[in-house]
């Protein structure tokens, strides 16, 4: 447990094939970006407490700090595949629920 999150692991099979070795690899490179974390750390504030919310890039870049063009190149490119845009309503964003505690894992690593 760690700033409120709780993971539980069967620890039934530790082991790890090249596959998965390739898809870690690959998120830890997409978040291993400054501005990445910052945008995916907004979009998680954002939206973590309810299922059906989604952020505005006007709203992650008041959350973060950066420019709304910045956040935009971060959720158009690297993140894009973390996220996902509402269909309706363009530009609003929340993590795919299968990458919804990649930010709370992070922040375990972050001791």
């Known amino acids: 447990m760690r700033k409120g999150s709780v993971f539980f692991s069967d620890n039934g099979s530790p082991?790890?094939?090249g596959a998965d070795?390739?898809?870690i690899s690959g998120i830890l490179k997409a978040f291993?970006?400054?501005?990445n974390l910052r945008v995916s750390a907004s979009v998680y504030r954002l939206t973590a407490d309810d299922e059906n919310t989604f952020a505005s890039v006007?709203?992650?870049s008041e959350n973060s700090g950066l420019s709304e063009e910045t956040v935009m190149e971060c959720v158009s490119r690297e993140l894009i595949?973390?996220?996902t845009e509402k269909e309706d309503q363009g530009g609003v964003y929340?993590?795919?629920g299968m990458y919804m505690n990649i930010i709370p894992v992070l922040s375990l690593l972050g001791l």
Do not use: D
């Not at 291993?32 to 501005?35: E, G, L, Q, R």
């Open 32 to 35: 291993s970006v400054p501005v």
């Open 94 to 96: 929340r993590f795919e």
């Open 21 to 23: 070795i390739k898809r």
């Open 58 to 60: 006007k709203e992650i």
């Open 81 to 83: 595949e973390y996220l």
């Open 15 to 17: 082991e790890l094939t």
